[in-house]
């Protein structure tokens, strides 16, 4: 079992996918065929098991998986273990999507440092549903 020191994101109160996905990255060096299903609101905090170390499938607040060097598929959950939430990382998702230029069937998107690409790739999609169901 290995703790997982994740901040709350901007004002939210519950761990944000993309701080859990980067930091399951960085953590397992996990590169391909990667899979994270969020199952719950993570509003403590979070420690990464042997998805075979759970009694019961239910405990997983999220389930992780990669394909290993080798071929092998390695699976993780993520549980909650109790500990509060004590940092808090400033986020401003506008911002994350401010240099994006829109086209009738185009995205185009800048490369920021500032963000995580997964950071990037989730507040565009959201910020390009919010076009699609304003344009209905």
């Known amino acids: ?28 060096g996990a590169s391909v065929d990667l899979s994270l299903r969020m199952q719950r609101m993570m509003r403590v905090g979070v420690e990464l098991v042997p998805l075979e170390a759970l009694e019961d499938r239910r405990q997983a607040a999220a389930l992780f998986s990669h394909r290993e060097r080798d071929g092998e598929i390695r699976r993780l959950a993520v549980r909650e273990d109790g500990r509060p939430v004590l940092r808090r990382t400033p986020y401003d998702e506008d911002q994350v999507t401010s240099d994006a230029r829109f086209g009738a069937d185009w995205v185009e998107l800048d490369p920021d440092p500032r963000f995580t690409e997964i950071e990037r790739l989730v507040a565009h ?9 304003a344009d209905v």
């Open 1 to 28: 079992m290995t703790a997982l020191d994740l901040p709350f994101k901007g004002g939210r109160d519950y761990l944000h996918g993309t701080d859990l996905l980067q930091a399951l990255v960085e953590m397992t």
């Open 125 to 133: 999609q959201k910020s390009l549903a919010r076009r699609c169901v």
